[in-house]
C-alpha cells in the first residue's frame, strides 16, 4: 500500500471494490496472476481497458483450479461467450463469487451454472450423471450413478418436472450448511 | 420474463431477449431436433432455426402437427414409465406436449430466475424498492407484489408482460434510480450481490455515480449539503483504505491457502480457530497492557519495594523466582493512585496537577471490561455461525446435499483431490445403501450388545476421569502439604542452591501431572472408542468431544478448587505475602507446560508414529491429523489464559506467543508426517461446535470462577491494588463513595450501588427478564419453522397447479388439432410435393 501503481486508475479500482468482494491490494495481486497466465497476451497497462480475454486452457492450468474436476465448467460459467475465454472482469469476477465473502444466494446462482452442463436452465438427469462421474470417476458402478441420480432428483425436485430448476436446487442448498465452506477457493 | 399468452389465436413468446436465452431455446430446438430425426422417417421435418418467429397455433404447419404426436419432453434415454405408482408425473412427462407448449414452459418467469439479464434486474429493482421502503417505513403485506408463484422471499418476477425490450429499458432506468436512492452501503452490498457480469454492474454503478453527481451539481442545494457529501465521500475512501490495510494484514494467508490446499477444509478449520484464539489474545494483551501494565511501568509508586533476585534458576518454567515480582503478577501493580515522575511524590495527597492515574479502580474495570467485551465478541460469533450451519430441517434431501456440496473446491493437490473423490464416493455409497435398505431390525442380541458394550466403555472413561481426578485431587493437596512442612519446618537449607533448584522443579510437579493426563488420556479414550460400534462418524466425534471435555472440565475444576479453596482462603499456611502471585504464577506454569507437552505429543505422536508406521510396520499411510483433539487442547490453553488475566496480566502475552509458536510448528509436522483424513468431516458444524464450546464450557467458567474470586475472596494485605479491602469488588464502591465525598451531589449514585449492584435481588431480576426474552426468541423460531413447513407445501401445491394447467393446455390443443383434420390433410400433401 502507498506504492503508485500505473496498472488501473483510482476510479478503476474504487469501481472494483465496489462491485466485487475484494479490496485494492487483491484486485492488484489478481491482475498479476491474470498476467501470469499470458503475459504476451495481457497489457501491464489497464487504465483504458484493453478487451483481451485468456482462453480456457490457459487459466485451467492455475495451481487452484488444476485439479479440480469442475474446472472447464467454473472458467465457462464466468465467461461472457460461454466458451471459457475469461476478461479480466470475467477473471475477477470468478474469484470474488467464489471467495469467503460471497453470499449464499450469489453462490447458488453460480454453482447452478456450473452443474448444468447443457445449459438449458435445468440440472437434468444427464447434467446430474456427468456432475456424479466427475466427482466420483471409478468410484461408483453405472447401476449405482443411476440410482444417486434418481434419488437425488426425486429429493431436490419440489414441483415435480424431474429435472431440477433453479428454485428447487437453492432451496436444496439452502439445507446444506457446508456449501458455504466448500464452494469456496482462496486466491 | 412472460410474454403474453394467448391460447386460442397467436402465440407470441416474447424471447428476444439477452443472448443468454438464446442459449435456452437453441438446447430445446436441439433436443426437439434430435427427436425428431430419431423417432419420425415418414415426414421431412423442414425444420426451422429460429424459434423466435410467432407461430400461431392456427396456421397448423403440417411439420409442426406432426411434430405434435411423437414429442417427448425427455431424451429418449430417460424412461419413468417403469416407476412403481402411476402417477400425475408419469403422465405428464409421458404426454406429447406441442412446441407451443414448451416455449411457453421455457419462458415462464421461474424458468428464467438468474439466467435473463431482464429477469435480474427485475428482480433486483424489487429488492431495491423493498429495501427502500423497509428503510422508511415498515412495509405492509400490501406491498408484496402479485406473483403467480408465491416464494418465500416474496418478490419474485411480475406477470405482466408488455413489450419486453421497454420494459427491460425502463426496469434498468428504475433500477438506477433505486440505488441512488440507497445508502452507500446498502448500494455497495446490492451491487456485490448481482449476479450480473462485472462489467454490467460496473456499468451500472457508472449510471448512478453520474446520476449522483448530475443532480446534485444541477441542484440548489445549500453548501452544506455539499460539503456533507464530500466529506461521505471521503470518510469512504478513508474506509477502504482502512479495510485495504486490514486485509494486508491478513495473517498467514498463504500457509492457510496452502494447508486448506492439501488437506481440505477439515483441517483448514483448526488452524483457522487458532488465528481466531489469537486475536482474542492481541485483544486481551492491547487492553491490559494499555490500561495497567504501560501506566504501572511508566508511572511511578511511592512504595515501590523491587527485591531482585541476582541468580536465574527455572524462571521461564515456573515463573517464580525473578518473574514474581515483576509486572507479569497481580503483586507488582500498586494500590495508590500513580503519579507523574517527580512531581509531589513526597507529599501522600494526590497533587490537582499531573496525570493521576487510579491504579485499584483501572485494575478492576479493565478486567470486567475486558471479559464483557470478550463475552459480547464470543456470543455473537457463536450465533452468527449457528445461524450459518445448523438448518431446521435436515431430514430431506441428504443425497442431493452430499453431491452439491460435499466437493471442497480448495483442494489442490492431486493425492488429496484423489483421496477427496474415493470419500466422496464412499459416503455416496453408504447413503445410498442405507435409502435403499429396508428397515432391517438387528436382532435384539445384537443390539443388547452394542448397549452393553458402549455402557462398558462409558464406564470405563468415566471411571478414569474420576480417577484422574482424585488423583490431581489428592497429589495436589499432598504437595501442598509437603509445602507446609517445608515452610514450617526447615528454613535453614534455603542458601542451597541444590535444594532450591529442586524445590522449583516442585512447583512444577502438579502442572505436569495434569498436562500428562490431558495428554494420555484422550488416547485411551480414543482405544475405548474404537472397540465401540457407531451408526455414524459424526456420533463419533461428538461422543469423544464429550468425554474429553468430561475430562478437562473435571480437572480444571478440581485445580480451582485447590487454588481458591485451598491455597487463597488460608494463604499464610504457605507463608504467601501475596496469593494471588501465587496462583498467577501457577496458571503461567500450567500455560507452559501445557504448550511443552503439546511439543512432545506433535513430536512422538505424528513425527515418531509416522517413522514408526512406515519403517516397522511398512505401513503406506501416514497417521491422520486428529482435529477434535487438538481443538479441545487449544480451548482447553484458552480457558487456562482466562482464569489468568485477573492474577497476571501479562499472561495473554504467554498465550501469543504458545499460539505463534504452536502455528508453525503444528503446520510443518502436519505437511511431513501427516495425510488427509479419510472420514467426512462437516467443517461448518464442527466449527460452530467448537465455537460453542468455547463460549460455554470454557469462558463461561473462566468468567464465573473470575467474578467468584473478585466478589467473595478476600485479597491479600501485603501486595496488589487491592489490599486492605473485604473483596476486590470493594474498590469500585470505595471510588463510588470517594466520588460521593467530593462532590455531595453524586450521593445518589452511592445509594444507586448499594442496592441495584450489590443487590441479588436486582441481579436475579435482570437474569429473569433475560430468560424470558429467550423464551419469547424461542417460540418465534418454532413459529417460523412452522411457517417454512406451511410455505414447502405450498411450493408443491405450486407444482400440481402447475402441472394441471399444462394437461389443461395440451388437452386444449388436441381438441382443436381433432377439429380441422381436414386442413392437416390437405396441406400435407401440399408440402409433400
Not at chain 2, 416464494?151 to 433500477?175: C, H, M, P, Q
Not at chain 2, 438506477?176 to 446498502?186: H, P
Not at chain 2, 448481482?194 to 443532480?215: D, F, G, I
Not at chain 2, 477434535?628 to 496480566?649: C, D, M
Amino acid at each position: 500500500m502507498g506504492n503508485k501503481q500505473t496498472i488501473f486508475t483510482d476510479e478503476q479500482l474504487d469501481a472494483y471494490q465496489d462491485c466485487t468482494f475484494f479490496t485494492r491490494k487483491e484486485i492488484l495481486r489478481l491482475h498479476g496472476r491474470y498476467h501470469e497466465l499470458a503475459p504476451h497476451l495481457v497489457p501491464m497497462d489497464y487504465t483504458n481497458d484493453p478487451d483481451v480475454k485468456v482462453p480456457l486452457a490457459l487459466i485451467v492450468n492455475m495451481p487452484e483450479l488444476k485439479e479440480n474436476p469442475f474446472r472447464n465448467r467454473i472458467v465457462e460459467s464466468f465467461s461472457e461467450d460461454g466458451q471459457g475465454n475469461l476478461s479480466f472482469n470475467d477473471f475477477v469476477d470468478m474469484f470474488s463469487v467464489l471467495s469467503e465473502m460471497a453470499p449464499r444466494e450469489l453462490k447458488a446462482i453460480y454453482a447452478f451454472k456450473i452443474y448444468d452442463f447443457n445449459v438449458d436452465n435445468y440440472i437434468c438427469k444427464e447434467d446430474l450423471e456427468k456432475t456424479l462421474n466427475k466427482l466420483t470417476k471409478e468410484e461408483l458402478t453405472p447401476e449405482e450413478v443411476n440410482l444417486v441420480c434418481e434419488k437425488a432428483i426425486e429429493e431436490a425436485d419440489l414441483d415435480g418436472d424431474s429435472k431440477l430448476s433453479f428454485a428447487d436446487f437453492e432451496n436444496m442448498i439452502s439445507r446444506a450448511p457446508d456449501f458455504l465452506s466448500t464452494f469456496h477457493i482462496r486466491i | 420474463m412472460a410474454g403474453r399468452v394467448n391460447f386460442y389465436s397467436d402465440l407470441v413468446t416474447d424471447i428476444e431477449s439477452p443472448a443468454d436465452e438464446d442459449g435456452v431455446h437453441d438446447s430445446f430446438t436441439q433436443l426437439i431436433e434430435e427427436q425428431c430425426h430419431d423417432l419420425h422417417d415418414d415426414f421431412q421435418p423442414d425444420f426451422h432455426d429460429d424459434f423466435h418467429d410467432a407461430i400461431e397455433m392456427t396456421s397448423l404447419d403440417p411439420e409442426e402437427e406432426s411434430r405434435d404426436d411423437i414429442m417427448h419432453l425427455e431424451g429418449p434415454a430417460y424412461h419413468r414409465s417403469d416407476s412403481e405408482v402411476p402417477q400425475q408425473t408419469d403422465h405428464l412427462i409421458g404426454d406429447r406436449w406441442s412446441s407451443d407448449t414448451l416455449k411457453v414452459l421455457s419462458s415462464m418467469p421461474s424458468r428464467t430466475i438468474g439466467r435473463s439479464r431482464g429477469a435480474i434486474i427485475s428482480q433486483y429493482y424489487n429488492r431495491t424498492m423493498q429495501l427502500r421502503r423497509s428503510r422508511q417505513s415498515r412495509p405492509s403485506i400490501q406491498h408484496f407484489p402479485r406473483s403467480a408463484r408465491p416464494s418465500i422471499r416474496g418478490y419474485r418476477v411480475e406477470t405482466d408482460g408488455a413489450n419486453f425490450e421497454e420494459e427491460e429499458d425502463n426496469k434498468r432506468e428504475r433500477l438506477v434510480n433505486n440505488l441512488q436512492n440507497l445508502s452507500a452501503n446498502d448500494r455497495v452490498r446490492m451491487l456485490r450481490a448481482m449476479p450480473l457480469s462485472l462489467a454490467e454492474k460496473k456499468e451500472l454503478r457508472m449510471l448512478v455515480l453520474n446520476k449522483a453527481e448530475h443532480s446534485l451539481s444541477q441542484s440548489q442545494i445549500p453548501c452544506c449539503s455539499q460539503l456533507k457529501y464530500y466529506i461521505i465521500i471521503a470518510v469512504r475512501h478513508g474506509w477502504y483504505g482502512w479495510m485495504s490495510f486490514l486485509s494486508s494484514l491478513q495473517l498467514w494467508q498463504t500457509a492457510l491457502k496452502c494447508v486448506g490446499g492439501r488437506f481440505g477444509t477439515g483441517v483448514l478449520s483448526y488452524f483457522i480457530f487458532l488465528r481466531t484464539l489469537l486475536f482474542f489474545n492481541v485483544f486481551l494483551f492491547l487492553v491490559t497492557g494499555l490500561f495497567l501494565v504501560v501506566p504501572q511501568a511508566v508511572l511511578t509508586d511511592p512504595d515501590q519495594n523491587t527485591s531482585v533476585r541476582s541468580t536465574w534458576g527455572l524462571e521461564v518454567l515456573t515463573g517464580a523466582g525473578y518473574f514474581s515480582e515483576s509486572l507479569l503478577y497481580y503483586g507488582y501493580y500498586s494500590n495508590h493512585t500513580l503519579q507523574r515522575k517527580r512531581s509531589c511524590y513526597e507529599s501522600m495527597s494526590p497533587c490537582g496537577s499531573g496525570l493521576s492515574y487510579n491504579m485499584p479502580l483501572f485494575y478492576f474495570f479493565t478486567i470486567g471490561a475486558v471479559f464483557f467485551v470478550t463475552c459480547i465478541i464470543l456470543v455473537y460469533s457463536m450465533s452468527k455461525s449457528f445461524g450459518q450451519s445448523f438448518c431446521i430441517d435436515k431430514s430431506k434431501g441428504l443425497l442431493a446435499i452430499k453431491v452439491f456440496s460435499s466437493w471442497d473446491f480448495k483442494v489442490s493437490k492431486k493425492s488429496s483431490v484423489r483421496l477427496q473423490r474415493a470419500n466422496i464416493g464412499t459416503q455416496l455409497k453408504e447413503l445410498v445403501a442405507e435409502v435403499n435398505r429396508q428397515e432391517l431390525k438387528s436382532p435384539v442380541l445384537q443390539r443388547l450388545w452394542r448397549l452393553f458394550v458402549h455402557m462398558l466403555a462409558w464406564l470405563m472413561c468415566l471411571g478414569s476421569t474420576v480417577g484422574c481426578m482424585l488423583a490431581v485431587y489428592y497429589f495436589s493437596e499432598h504437595m501442598h502439604n509437603k509445602d507446609v512442612k517445608i515452610r514450617s519446618g526447615s528454613l535453614s537449607n534455603t542458601s542451597s542452591s541444590d535444594s532450591l533448584l529442586l524445590k522449583e522443579a516442585s512447583l512444577l510437579a502438579v502442572p505436569i501431572v495434569v498436562s500428562s493426563i490431558n495428554l494420555l488420556l484422550p488416547g485411551f479414550f480414543n482405544a475405548v472408542a474404537w472397540m465401540e460400534e457407531y451408526d455414524s462418524p459424526s456420533v463419533l466425534n461428538y461422543v469423544s468431544i464429550s468425554r474429553n471435555l468430561l475430562l478437562k472440565a473435571s480437572v480444571l475444576g478440581v485445580l480451582c478448587y485447590h487454588w481458591l479453596g485451598r491455597v487463597a482462603s488460608k494463604p499464610e499456611r504457605l507463608g504467601l505475602q501475596c496469593w494471588e502471585s501465587f496462583v498467577g504464577q501457577e496458571l503461567y506454569r500450567f500455560l507452559v507446560m501445557d504448550f511443552i507437552f503439546m511439543l512432545l505429543d506433535t513430536f512422538f505422536g505424528e513425527f515418531l508414529w509416522r517413522l514408526f508406521s512406515q519403517k516397522a510396520l511398512k505401513r503406506k499411510r501416514k497417521p491422520v491429523f486428529d482435529i477434535a483433539r487438538n481443538v479441545l487442547e487449544l480451548i482447553y490453553g484458552q480457558t487456562l489464559a482466562w482464569l489468568g488475566v485477573l492474577f497476571s496480566p501479562l499472561l495473554p502475552v504467554v498465550q501469543i506467543i504458545k499460539l505463534l509458536f504452536l502455528f508453525y510448528m503444528k503446520k510443518v509436522s502436519l505437511m511431513m508426517n501427516c495425510q488427509a483424513s479419510g472420514k467426512p468431516w462437516r467443517a461448518s458444524q464442527m466449527t460452530t461446535i467448537f465455537i460453542t464450546l468455547l463460549c460455554f464450557p470454557s469462558f463461561l467458567g473462566a468468567a464465573v470462577c473470575v467474578t467468584y474470586t473478585m466478589w467473595t475472596m478476600k485479597p491479600s494485605d501485603g501486595c496488589g491494588p487491592f489490599r486492605g479491602l473485604r473483596t476486590m469488588f470493594q474498590a469500585g464502591k470505595r471510588w463510588v463513595q470517594q466520588l460521593a465525598e467530593v462532590n455531595p451531589k453524586l450521593s445518589w449514585l452511592v445509594s444507586a450501588h448499594t442496592y441495584l449492584v450489590e443487590n441479588p435481588f436486582f441481579l436475579f431480576l435482570c437474569a429473569g427478564i433475560f430468560l424470558i426474552v429467550i423464551y419469547f426468541h424461542s417460540q418465534v423460531v418454532d413459529g417460523q419453522r412452522k411457517i417454512i413447513e406451511l410455505l414447502q407445501e405450498q411450493i408443491e401445491n405450486e407444482g400440481e397447479d402447475k402441472k394441471f394447467l399444462i394437461t389443461r393446455l395440451q388437452d386444449i390443443h388436441e381438441r382443436k388439432r381433432v377439429v380441422s383434420p381436414r386442413r392437416v390433410r390437405g396441406a400435407s400433401e401440399v408440402q409433400n410435393h
